[in-house]
DNA sequence: CGCGTTATTGACTGACTGGTCACTGACCCA
DNA sequence: TGGGTCAGTGACCAGTCAGTCAATAACGCG
């Protein structure tokens, strides 16, 4: 009978290494120093990851994952959307940005690593294919909001999409590196307002308008009442 | 009487050092590999430098400084703003933006460097310094916007700012990564709409659109006659 | 040509660290 | 208790590479 494998190694060892990263980056990062804040050994790791790359990747893997799953829902939904007054549409569009960064939120200190270039030249790409991504998903969105009269149709859809992606592009840094956690609603009324601006027909301006109103007014009373 | 020095050397060694650079990042790149293309010793480098470090920051140092200026003089010019009629000022503008995207055109691959991290974890917080400071000029410019009239008084300038510095970042990284140089005019004509009809009054808003369309139609013409 | 001075060289050093593996420890069974 | 099996260990290995410095080369002068 075989010597029973200590449950919970690997997990104690993908923390560690999680905190290491996040402090060195990956090429700093010391397989010696992640043993030793899980209390194992070197040997060990090896037992549990193939290579140092190979835990980064584990780690990368499962935030971005779950930041990609709800990047596509976003898109997901826009079959709903022409059937939807452009209120309801405008509350939509706010919630899934919401959840987006409540992700990011929850998943800062890594994704800060990365938008920072991983601490290795190897990942310093990873910037860019995340922001290429975003905006080509804003573009695609950007197309279907033409096609449904949303947006002025004198847009460049591509211009629009690299614009816009930007924008919440530098939400999302700012984001990452704040100590505590800000006023997510604020933040994201604010651009999706610039965004509807910059973008959107007269009408489809005014609706996000008051529906801005109608949320601040009622934070307000939510703050009153506190 | 003593042997001179060659007077070539230190200028190979920077063109040398700058590709290894702009190749494999600061950390993957040799001293050895550089002083092989330069045509000289490991020594010699180290005559030159004190470490591969330095000869990074140097390069480094003379391009950030050479966009820092041009981003400097846009808001040196601001004392001349409120005298200019808004077509004047939105053409002046324009052409602030074609020189800071030409200047960062004529050092691409440094920047692509940069805004991928540098190639080592001792680098990769550049990219939000670069971002904070081109935001932190945005919002004094926005501010000062907002004491002319330009922009709506219910504008939040900090946030306008991070908006609008998002947008132009994304711009920033898709030029650094073309492989020839697109259209900048219609690039910056196209981000600067979108600025303006994101933050800017109805009479700066319409007088944007004019000097746009009046731009395209002699780029038209200009296109037709050559 | 020899000399003195400085430039340049590249084999070497030493620090670093990912990954290895012979050995030890932990476990259950008879 | 001894045996078999697998987990875990940490000293060691080998590769990497920035930086060093004794030796050699290059230069002008008398």
Redesign the pocket.
Known sequence: ??????PS?RTRLLEAARHVFIEHGLD?????DITRAAG?????F??HFK???DAFKEILGSALAELGTILGEVEGSRAEWSAKPYPELIEQWFYKDLRLFECLWKHRSIMRLVLEGGGSPSYGHLIDLFAASAQETSERLIRYGLECGYYRADLDPKQAAAFVAGGYDRLARRLVHERRKPNLERWLLGAQALCVRALGTPEFIDACVNVHAARLSESSRRRATA
Chains 1, 2 share one sequence.
């Open positions: 009978m075989a010597r029973p494998s200590d190694a700093r990062a010391k397989v010696e194992l050994s070197k040997g060990a090896y037992l290579t140092k790359d």
